[in-house]
């Protein structure tokens, strides 16, 4: 079965420090992948995405993330973070037809 | 451009009682889903419509969770009766094309049920 998953329940870094968000997918085929920000109270919004070509996506905020098939990955990565970054991630994984689904999400907290 | 919008914000009801939420997506947006998010279960996809009709429903909890599309600018999630386990918070997302595509989602509807 497919499926996304975020090891990371939760991360703590101080602020201007480098961040990389964990995110590992199950398919059998190069899927969709997306990483999405919650901050509190809020809804999702879309950070990045991949669906083919450049394997390392730009996305807003400063993110970027890299999509490495031989590792089944997709992790999120800022050079310096920002304490406004502090916010629940979620990586996601769509395959067509019926089948997308969000990871359990890592919550950053940015450290002044 | 008006994002997704969501009806209501906050809703208080009591157990027993008939809760529905509301949805405006995005104009032109072809594909809307409504998820539920607990701190138990995180993000669930309950349903998703392509062009009004829908195409998963196989994250609908049981036979008390009903929605509806009736058109491209609505769509409802109706709970009856409402039970204190179906608190969470409720979203609704649009895309232009599928859970392939970029999903905006709605501000939620935080459900509290007593």
């Known amino acids: 079965a497919q499926s996304v998953t975020q090891p990371d329940i939760h991360i703590t870094v101080s602020e201007g420090a480098s961040l990389e968000l964990r995110c590992n997918y199950s398919?059998?085929?190069?899927?969709?992948l997306f990483w999405y920000v919650q901050s509190p109270g809020q809804g999702l919004q879309l950070l990045l995405k991949?669906?083919?070509?450049?394997?390392l996506v730009q996305g807003i905020k400063g993110f970027e993330a890299e999509f490495k098939r031989s590792q089944s990955s997709f992790n999120l990565r800022k050079p310096s973070v920002h304490w406004s970054d502090a916010a629940e991630y979620f990586c996601?994984?769509?395959?067509?037809?019926?089948?997308?689904?969000f990871g359990t999400g890592t919550s950053l907290t940015v450290i002044p | 451009d008006a994002g997704v919008i969501q009806s209501p914000r906050h809703e208080v009801t009591e157990m027993g009682q008939e809760v529905t939420l509301r949805c405006k997506p995005i104009?032109?947006?072809?594909?809307l889903f409504w998820y539920r998010q607990t701190m138990m279960r995180g993000l669930e996809l309950l349903i998703y419509?392509?062009?009004?009709?829908?195409?998963?429903d196989s994250g609908m909890p049981e036979d008390r969770f009903s929605a509806k599309m009736p058109n491209a600018s609505f769509s409802t999630l109706k709970i009856q009766p409402s039970e204190p386990r179906d608190s969470a918070v409720y979203f609704c997302?649009?895309?232009?094309?599928?859970?392939?595509?970029?999903?905006?989602f709605g501000p939620g509807t935080r459900l509290t049920v007593l």
């Open positions: 996601a994984v769509g395959a067509g037809g019926n089948q997308f689904y």
């Open positions: 398919y059998g085929a190069t899927p969709y």
């Open positions: 991949y669906f083919s070509g450049d394997t």
């Open positions: 419509f392509n062009n009004n009709v829908p195409i998963d």
């Open positions: 104009s032109g947006h072809n594909s």
């Open positions: 997302a649009s895309s232009l094309g599928g859970n392939t595509d970029t999903q905006y």
